[in-house]
């Protein structure tokens, strides 16, 4: 009797990231998507899936990054204190800084203005064999600047390009940008951190309490919270508009943080296993001159190990 097939680890994650996922086929409502979801589990359960997915992402980076055929973007978005830089550090926890790059993409300086709103992240995305992490993106040139419209004067964009349409036209920008990447070779992986209004209140909070976290807080958080209702609308409207079979987005519940580290560290390693990610194979040539590499090593070893014996046997003989 032949053995039943083992599940593959995508099948196995399934149920932790199928639920999050919007391809763009039928509607979409934020308010639908729960930000304090658990999918079932508690953090004891949570922290054993978050470990094992730390050795696999571990395992496939290590493959990624030799077979240099694929790379990785992952870009995560969220309001304030939706736990973006502590996803990045738990996640990527153990793996290889070499094939690893975080960007964190803030208000854009006079040089990246000089630019079209693509230019800044196109510069920073990972070259084959990497992984390449956004924390914020060029989402937010379709975000800060639609909640903000004077930041838009500031991109020095001809006035008669400013239209009413500008937002969908960045939007259709925005797809074919990365059907490019995904047509040749970079896969793209979209989170959205949903957090409610009210965790990120007593986030706040934390981080007033917290002396070591002081440094996070500011007024201009407290006056962008007043414009929540806004910006959950233009959230919205992005994953309505941007969400395509090959480029979904995940909309990653975060009022728990641990959970949300779940949902996003099993999105990335389904990816990756989808890859088919192995170690390159030596060819003929490579084989035989790998032959007689280890041939002259072995010669170079019994040479030393001859000249010391000849030494030993020379300085005992001095002795007699």
């Known amino acids: ?18 639920p999050f996922r919007f391809d763009g086929a039928g509607k979409f409502h934020l308010r639908s998507h729960k930000t304090d979801e658990k999918g079932g589990l508690d953090k004891d359960k949570a ?3 978050l470990e094992a ?4 992402l571990n395992d496939f980076q ?3 990054y030799p077979q240099d055929r694929w790379s990785l973007l992952v870009i995560l978005q969220g309001m304030d204190a939706s736990g973006k830089d502590s996803a990045i550090k738990s996640i990527f926890e153990g793996v290889n800084p070499q094939g690893c790059e975080v960007h964190s993409f803030k208000q854009p300086t006079s040089h990246e203005l000089d630019h079209d709103f693509m230019w800044r992240a196109m510069i920073a995305l990972p070259g ?13 040139e379709c975000l800060v600047t639609r909640v903000h419209p004077e930041l838009l004067a500031e991109e020095k964009i001809p006035p008669k390009l400013v239209t009413k349409n500008i937002w969908r036209d960045r939007f259709e920008d925005i797809c074919a940008i990365e059907r490019y990447l995904l047509r040749n070779g970079t896969v793209i992986l979209k989170f959205f951190l949903n957090v409610s209004g009210q965790e990120q209140r007593q986030r706040f909070l934390d981080r007033l309490d917290q002396p070591s976290k002081n440094w996070k807080f500011s007024m201009n958080d407290i006056s962008e919270r007043a414009l929540w209702p806004r910006y959950m609308a233009v959230y919205q409207d992005i994953v309505r508009h941007t969400s395509t079979t090959l480029a979904p987005w995940y909309v990653v519940p975060a009022d728990h943080k641990w959970f949300a580290r779940v949902v996003i560290g099993s999105a990335i390693v389904s ?14 040539a490579s084989l035989k001159e790998f032959k007689q590499v280890r041939e002259a090593l072995e010669n170079e070893g019994k040479g030393r190990k001859k000249a010391k014996a000849k030494k030993k046997a020379k300085a005992k003989k001095s002795s007699q």
Do not use: C, T, W
Not at 271 to 284: M, R, V
């Open 1 to 18: 009797m032949s053995k039943k097939p083992s599940p593959s680890l995508a099948a196995e994650l399934k149920p932790l990231v199928a």
């Open 47 to 49: 922290e054993k899936i």
């Open 53 to 56: 997915n730390r050795q696999r």
């Open 62 to 64: 290590e493959k990624l």
């Open 128 to 140: 084959r064999g990497r992984i390449g992490i956004f924390n914020r993106s060029y989402y937010e």
């Open 271 to 284: 990816a990756l296993e989808n890859l088919d990610l192995h170690f390159p194979h030596a060819d003929k």
